[in-house]
């Protein structure tokens, strides 16, 4: 059974960094882009960043270009997302998803194969 799991929300002041932890189980590692989305309320999901395990290429959305960081743990089957320099407009529920994909880089689209439940982050002011 393909689980993904999204932890390391939380309240955060403006200028402060979360850690966002997605733990992976079922499939293979390898074979998949990971990309984590958000969405704030009242607004449509999108997706923020992704990471391609095998190779390590990532994508990041403009938004948070240059304050967030994905990584991946290959052994660990996990992938990760640093924030920081965290604002107000980043409050959202972040979530975790995994599509499969043998291309370079991350896929083009933002279909997703399979979801795990968010995480919530809040960035006071």
């Known amino acids: 059974e393909v689980q993904l799991q999204a932890s390391g929300g939380g309240l955060v002041q403006a200028g402060g960094s979360l850690r966002l932890s997605c733990a992976a189980s079922?499939?293979?590692?390898?074979?998949?882009?990971i990309r984590w989305f958000r969405q704030a309320p009242g607004k449509e999901r999108e997706g923020v960043s992704c990471i391609t395990p095998y190779d390590g290429a990532t994508y990041y959305k403009d938004p948070v270009k240059g304050r967030f960081a994905i990584s991946a743990d290959n052994a660990k089957s996990a992938v990760y997302l640093q924030m920081n320099s965290l604002k107000p407009e980043d409050t959202a529920v972040y979530y975790c998803?995994?599509?499969?994909?043998?291309?370079?880089?991350?896929?083009?689209?933002?279909?997703?194969?399979?979801w795990g439940k968010g995480t919530l982050v809040t960035v006071s002011s």
């Open positions: 998803a995994a599509t499969e994909w043998y291309g370079r880089g991350c896929p083009p689209g933002l279909h997703m194969d399979h």
């Open positions: 079922g499939f293979t590692f390898d074979d998949y882009a």
